[in-house]
């Protein structure tokens, strides 16, 4: 598996976020996602999401995300992220080293915008359930494999996964997917999945330089620990695993 991008302001968002969510709420990420990470205006955005106009767009962007857009593009919490990370703050986060066992997987292949793997996670939970393969204790998990900032958009490639303890469930559309046991630095993220490229930058321009360790050639994941149908954009857990050697 290629090495783990070495700027990460382009990696995923929450590979999950539009499952199982109704259409407002999956256009509010996606707008939330190009208010972070995009000079687009309010408008163009609107318009892209597919909403009526601006005034509609910013009562239904303010009921999921707590702040109409514009002031959600200065003052969310992915902020606080772009901040620490311009002024090399290695201390501000939550990062832990871990040890961990290889783990095997369950995955549906993705090909194209990693914004829209969330149709991959609902083919892999409706073969799991329509084959009587889900169990409680699956975990969720995101691969990503190629950077976006040199791989065009139609040929990323990244899977949706759940952790498995049976390596025989591999029918199509399944395929088997493996991540590699060893030593990773994990940051735990809280938050809209939107704000994310911001934990990625500051863990790689401001953790990785001040942590004395150095990246594996492994690849890179996100496990999710908790349900966007559940819970407000701002209460998200995500953990992202970041391989050392």
Known sequence: MPVAA???SHLPCGAWRDLGGDSQATAAAAAAAELVQTGLSVEAIARRSGYPNVQSFNRTFKAVYGLPPARYRKEGSHKA??????????????VTLRTIDPLTLLGVAHSGSYMAIGQAFETLYGTLFARGLFRPDMEMIGIYLDDPELVETDKLRSFACVTTKDEGLTEAPLTPQTIDGGHYAV?????????????YQWLYGAWLPNSGREIRDSVMFEKYLNNPREVAPTELLTEIYLPLK
């Open 6 to 8: 070495p700027l990460a």
């Open 81 to 94: 992220f772009e901040t620490a990370w311009m002024e090399g703050n290695a201390v501000m986060y939550d």
């Open 187 to 199: 940051l735990r993220h809280k938050g809209p999945y939107a704000d994310m490229p911001k934990a």
